[in-house]
């Protein structure tokens, strides 16, 4: 694993250590192994919260594969005790609600002349047949901040174990799909050994 990080991520002088931890030249580095849709899926999870530019999380490097096990890399944050947990909290909630100020500062700027500054549009997604070409274009520089009215994500993420699969939709009530899903149910199974769960719902 230590040549395919340097190799596919660029870094070098990689030395993989103890407790999921590695050093490089950029520093001491955070190692997450897990299948590869919860590593993708954490991956451009951290890349948007970066995005929002409101709270600090780990900076995500990418994900390595070899062999067919993959990897997220990050950077290494020590925990401290103490911290201002009041602060985090209104850090947190200024994060979630910096989509709904991007939209509202793009509508306001639709209003003046050379105004929009803050362009709404959609996250990066492949084009669907219900999508024109002259869609809004959806290069990271051409859009400098991102938005939408939409609910959901551009790519699968995972509950703990539990693999979502994610879609943009109208209504916050329907992305996530019901504990019993086929998957979970499968997960749940494998993890707990509750046989029952095959002809039961939870």
């Not at 709404?120 to 492949?126: K, L, S």
């Not at 520089?141 to 790519?155: Q, R």
Request: aromatic share 6%; proline share 4%.
């Amino acid at each position: 694993m230590q040549s395919a990080i340097e190799n596919q991520l660029g870094l070098k002088n990689v030395k993989i250590l103890r407790g999921n931890s590695l050093d490089s030249d950029h520093g001491k580095l955070f190692v997450k192994y897990g299948d590869e849709d919860l590593v993708r899926g954490e991956f451009e999870s951290l890349k948007a919260i970066q995005e929002t530019d409101t709270i600090f999380c780990p900076k995500a490097f990418g994900v390595v594969e070899k062999e067919g096990s993959h990897a997220l890399i990050t950077s290494f944050i020590e925990f401290e005790h103490g911290k201002d947990w009041a602060k985090a909290g209104n850090l947190l909630a200024r994060m979630h609600m910096k989509n709904a100020e991007n939209v509202a500062d793009g509508e306001k700027g639709r209003q003046f002349v050379g105004g929009g500054s803050h362009r709404i549009r959609r996250m990066t997604m492949p084009m669907s047949e219900s999508e024109s070409e002259d869609s809004e274009p959806e290069n990271e520089e051409e859009n400098e901040n991102f938005c939408t009215k939409k609910f959901g994500f551009k790519v699968p993420t995972c509950c703990g174990r539990l693999p979502q699969e994610n879609a943009w939709l109208d209504s916050w009530a329907v992305c996530s799909p019901p504990i019993d899903a086929p998957e979970a149910k499968k997960i749940i199974e494998k993890c707990s050994g509750q046989r029952k769960l095959k002809h039961g719902r939870i």
